[in-house]
Structure formats: C-alpha cells, structure tokens
C-alpha cells in the first residue's frame, strides 16, 4: 500500500464531520479530528459514525497531535486570526497543506502571513446541507446537532445517500514549486474522489468564493438582522429587492477592484435562484439565534475592509455590517 497521509480536520461541526466521514473511506488517512464543545458527545457517539471502525484519533487541541500533511479548516470562520497559531503543532512548513472549507472570503490571508511556505487549498461549498431531506428508514451520521443522510449497506459500512458540492482551488502562492502545489491539490482531489463526494477542481476559485459572498453577504445579513426567511424579506416592501440589488452591486464592485471579474448579470442570477427558492433563513441567523457569534468578518467585514483600501462607498454593506456587529457583540458578551 502506498504511504499513510495524515488528516487533522479542525471543527468538527456539519462540514467537518461530513467530511471526516467520507476521508475515512481512504484506507491510506489516518485521521484525526479536533473537537471542542462536542467532544464528549463526539466520544460516546463514534460508534455512529462506523459501528466497527474507530474512525479517527479523537483529540481536543492541535497540541495533541504530530504533523499532518493535510490540516482542514471546518470550523466557523470567527476569530480566524487566532486559528493559525493553535495549529502550529500540527504544521510543517515543508510537507502541510492548509484546506479551507469555510464560507467568505479573505479566508486565507492569516494563513498565508503565518505559513508563507505552506499550500493552501481553498475550497466553496456549493449547498447547504441542512437543506437536504432525511430518509426515516436510513441510518444516520450523528455528531452533536448535525445530521447527515447516510445508509448502512452492511455491518460496518455507511454510506452517504447525498453528497456535498465542494469547489477546490489553490490560494497563490509564489515560494512554492507549482508542480508540488499541483501534486499536493490532486492528492487531496483523490481522497475526496474516493469518498465519493462530489467536487470539481476550479482554476478560479477566488471568482467562485466572491460569487458566493455576494449571495451570503445579502442573505446572511438581511435575514439575521430582520429575523425573518428570504421570501418574507423580498415580499416586506417594495423597497425590499431593490435594496438587496444595491447590496449585491456593491460587493461586486468591490470584487471587480479586486481583480475578480464578476458580472453584473450575477445579480439577475442570484435574485431568479432565492425567488425560486422557498424562504430561507441562513447560518448567521442560526447563530444568532443560538447565541453564537457570527461569520461577520468572513462575509462583510473583508469585502469592507478592501471596498476602503481602494476608495469605494459601500453604504449598504457598511451599515448591515455595523449593525451585525453590534448584535454579535451582545451574543459573545452573553457566552
Ligand atoms: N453546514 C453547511 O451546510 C454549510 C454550507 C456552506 C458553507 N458552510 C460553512 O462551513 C463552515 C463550517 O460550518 P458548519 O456548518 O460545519 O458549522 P457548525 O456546524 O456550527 O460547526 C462549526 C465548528 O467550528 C468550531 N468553531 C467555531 N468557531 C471556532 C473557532 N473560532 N475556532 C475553532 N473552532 C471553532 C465549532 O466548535 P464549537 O462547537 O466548540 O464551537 C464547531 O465544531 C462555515 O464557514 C460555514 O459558513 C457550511
């Protein structure tokens, strides 16, 4: 068998745990999984996750781990300057790859600045999991609050009976040999392979993660600031549409400014895709209603921050991101 490639999977929430399942389909991973407020439940739950298997090296911090040649970054994309420093003891400037599935953008940058040497895969999930049906008659992946549709085909076999939609790309990186970035990015597309999820490797990933972001940065925001789904939203006035278009516009712009050619038909996109859609809240509203803090950065605050450096008004993104602030410092005051 060709060598063991070690995988620490940091958060362990509904993309860790997914993806911690369909990595441990590779006989090659050894895994190993950092969980934090779950970790109890995580540890009498594991025989969910394979009845004969132990799937992973559970642990509670990176400290308690060697090297990796793959780091995945599932966690929620809060207090992300911190994260490079807490994985520092599973990293090798030489060998570890740092993958990112978070929602945002600018996601990188703190990873970039700690590990200069180090390939960093960039990665958009494409749809919400909690979106999809649950079949009663299936078994089920549980870890903590998150469930996942998977089937039991024999004892000791689950498999998934939906997959995620994951985009994969390299973040640039001038000190790294593109050959070796290559090799690293397309080992890691055959573990996914062999998990049988769904992905596509995408030459522009920066363009997919801004595209996304413009959908998030309307709908995240405006549903956890009025509390209400999508549809009620667009149906409160209307102002309403026109409003959310101004939003979208302004990302946008401010990809554009950043040397990512978005269209302006992706607002046509996006508003045909929500209107056919049921209403829906979002992630950010989740977790405001579940006194948790907020992917604010991630999805406002870096397209703010660079709309500033290069001169651009963005009066509606500011003011949703001022707002969202405020109530996320109310939620983290109250933890
Ligand atoms: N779920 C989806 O379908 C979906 C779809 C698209 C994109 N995403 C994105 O995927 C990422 C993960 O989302 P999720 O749905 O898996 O979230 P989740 O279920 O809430 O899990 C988040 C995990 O991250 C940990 N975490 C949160 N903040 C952290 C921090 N500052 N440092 C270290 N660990 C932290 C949490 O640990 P504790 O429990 O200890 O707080 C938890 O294990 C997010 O960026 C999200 O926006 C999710």
């Given at each position: 068998?060709?060598?063991?490639?070690?995988?620490?999977?940091?958060?362990?929430g509904a993309?860790?745990?997914?993806?911690?399942?369909?990595l441990?389909?590779s006989?090659?991973?050894?895994?190993?999984?950092?969980a934090r407020?779950?970790?109890?439940?995580?540890?009498?739950?594991?025989?969910?996750?394979?009845?004969?298997r132990?799937?992973?090296?559970?642990?509670?911090?990176?400290?308690?781990?060697?090297?990796?040649?793959?780091?995945?970054?599932a966690?929620?994309?809060?207090?992300?300057?911190?994260?490079?420093?807490?994985?520092?003891?599973?990293?090798?400037?030489?060998?570890?790859?740092?993958?990112i599935?978070?929602?945002?953008?600018?996601?990188?940058e703190?990873f970039?600045?700690?590990?200069?040497?180090?390939?960093?895969?960039?990665?958009v999930?494409?749809?919400?999991?909690?979106?999809?049906?649950?079949?009663?008659?299936t078994?089920?992946?549980?870890?903590?609050?998150?469930w996942?549709?998977?089937t039991?085909?024999r004892?000791?076999?689950?498999n998934h009976?939906?997959s995620e939609?994951?985009?994969?790309?390299?973040?640039?990186?001038?000190h790294?040999?593109?050959?070796?970035?290559?090799k690293?990015?397309?080992?890691?597309?055959?573990?996914l392979?062999?998990?049988k999820?769904?992905?596509?490797i995408?030459?522009?990933?920066?363009?997919?993660?801004?595209?996304?972001?413009?959908?998030?940065?309307a709908w995240?925001s405006l549903t956890?600031?009025?509390?209400?789904?999508?549809q009620?939203?667009?149906?409160?006035?209307?102002?309403?549409?026109?409003?959310?278009?101004k939003?979208?516009?302004?990302?946008?712009?401010i990809?554009?400014?950043?040397?990512?050619?978005?269209?302006?038909?992706?607002i046509?996109?996006?508003?045909a895709?929500?209107k056919?859609?049921?209403?829906?809240?979002?992630?950010?509203q989740v977790?405001?209603?579940?006194?948790?803090?907020?992917?604010i950065?991630?999805i406002?605050?870096?397209?703010?921050?660079k709309?500033?450096e290069?001169?651009?008004l963005?009066p509606?993104?500011?003011?949703?991101?001022?707002?969202?602030?405020a109530?996320?410092q109310?939620?983290?005051?109250?933890?």
């Amino acid at each position: 068998m060709s060598h063991p490639i070690d995988v620490m999977i940091y958060g362990l929430g509904a993309i860790g745990s997914f993806y911690a399942f369909i990595l441990n389909r590779s006989e090659r991973v050894r895994l190993t999984v950092v969980a934090r407020s779950n970790y109890d439940a995580v540890c009498q739950n594991v025989r969910l996750f394979s009845p004969l298997r132990l799937f992973a090296n559970l642990v509670k911090s990176p400290d308690e781990a060697s090297t990796m040649d793959y780091i995945i970054c599932a966690n929620k994309a809060i207090d992300q300057h911190r994260v490079p420093a807490v994985l520092k003891p599973a990293v090798d400037p030489d060998r570890t790859s740092i993958v990112i599935i978070q929602n945002g953008v600018g996601n990188e940058e703190v990873f970039r600045e700690q590990y200069p040497r180090n390939l960093i895969i960039t990665c958009v999930l494409k749809d919400r999991m909690d979106r999809w049906q649950v079949d009663e008659k299936t078994d089920y992946l549980l870890i903590c609050q998150t469930w996942v549709g998977a089937t039991q085909t024999r004892p000791g076999v689950v498999n998934h009976t939906k997959s995620e939609n994951l985009q994969i790309g390299t973040f640039p990186n001038p000190h790294l040999d593109q050959t070796i970035a290559t090799k690293r990015l397309n080992e890691f597309a055959a573990l996914l392979e062999h998990g049988k999820t769904r992905f596509q490797i995408c030459d522009d990933i920066q363009q997919k993660r801004w595209e996304k972001v413009v959908w998030n940065a309307a709908w995240n925001s405006l549903t956890t600031l009025t509390m209400v789904d999508t549809q009620t939203w667009l149906h409160s006035s209307p102002d309403a549409e026109p409003f959310t278009r101004k939003l979208m516009f302004e990302v946008i712009t401010i990809a554009r400014a950043c040397g990512v050619p978005l269209g302006d038909d992706l607002i046509d996109q996006q508003m045909a895709k929500i209107k056919a859609m049921p209403g829906i809240g979002s992630s950010m509203q989740v977790d405001r209603k579940n006194g948790r803090p907020m992917e604010i950065d991630a999805i406002l605050g870096f397209p703010l921050q660079k709309a500033k450096e290069h001169g651009i008004l963005a009066p509606y993104l500011e003011s949703l991101c001022v707002l969202l602030r405020a109530i996320d410092q109310k939620l983290r005051a109250a933890l």
